[in-house]
């Protein structure tokens, strides 16, 4: 009689060092990047500029910034992007376009980046087409992207976070087998 032994192999994954970076105008950009930071679990950081864009005039400028795919340039980080195997960046759809201070950062990070994933918020449409505009800033292509709506945001950022997180790790550990 022959037995068969049924043996699991063991084989340690290594955990991924992440880091979620984005800008936030209103608010809901920084939620669901905290639900990301929450989840995956991951390093946050706000991008912060010189010029404001709150009020009246700051969505006046933003507007017009984003029209004319204009870039602005944002404080230095706290982390070193070279030190995360996955960099979360999230921008706020501005004129079914990139938020300045994103597009400026994606510019300015390109070749520092190993891994991105990508999430953009908007209030109705056009947040498919900013996560399609970060793609094309960025080399390598992003392992996952999110495009999500304010309301969805809002009700429960959790499931939009680990739906994001889970595409995102899952690609990730791919790259290594």
Same mark, same amino acid.
């Given at each position: 009689?022959?037995?068969?032994?049924?043996?699991?192999?063991?084989?340690?994954?290594?955990?991924?060092?992440?880091?979620?970076?984005?800008?936030?105008?209103? *608010?809901t950009?920084?939620?669901?990047?905290?639900?990301?930071?929450?989840?995956?679990p991951?390093?946050?950081?706000?991008?912060?500029?010189?010029?404001?864009?709150?009020?009246?005039?700051?969505?006046?400028?933003? *507007? +017009?910034?984003?029209?004319?795919?204009?870039?602005?340039?944002?404080?230095?980080l706290?982390?070193?992007?070279?030190? +995360?195997?996955?960099?979360?960046?999230?921008?706020?759809?501005?004129?079914?376009?990139?938020?300045?201070?994103?597009?400026?950062?994606?510019r300015?990070?390109?070749?520092?980046?190993?891994c991105?994933?990508?999430?953009?918020?908007?209030?109705?449409?056009?947040?498919e087409?900013?996560?399609?505009?970060?793609? *094309?800033?960025?080399?390598?292509?992003?392992?996952?992207?999110?495009?999500?709506?304010?309301?969805?945001?809002?009700?429960?950022?959790?499931?939009?976070?680990?739906?994001?997180?889970?595409?995102?790790?899952?690609?990730?550990?791919?790259?290594?087998?």
């Amino acid at each position: 009689m022959v037995r068969a032994l049924h043996v699991e192999a063991v084989i340690p994954q290594r955990q991924a060092k992440a880091l979620v970076v984005f800008f936030s105008r209103t *608010g809901t950009n920084r939620l669901l990047a905290e639900s990301i930071a929450r989840v995956c679990p991951a390093d946050i950081e706000e991008l912060r500029e010189a010029r404001s864009h709150a009020g009246a005039l700051g969505w006046l400028r933003s *507007g +017009y910034e984003a029209t004319y795919r204009l870039a602005s340039p944002t404080s230095p980080l706290r982390s070193r992007l070279e030190a +995360y195997d996955i960099v979360f960046v999230g921008s706020p759809t501005w004129n079914r376009a990139v938020s300045s201070p994103v597009r400026g950062f994606l510019r300015a990070s390109a070749g520092k980046l190993k891994c991105v994933a990508l999430f953009a918020t908007c209030a109705e449409h056009g947040a498919e087409d900013v996560v399609a505009e970060m793609a *094309g800033i960025l080399q390598p292509r992003p392992l996952a992207t999110l495009a999500a709506r304010e309301a969805e945001v809002r009700l429960n950022s959790d499931v939009q976070a680990r739906e994001l997180v889970r595409r995102t790790l899952g690609a990730w550990q791919i790259t290594f087998e």
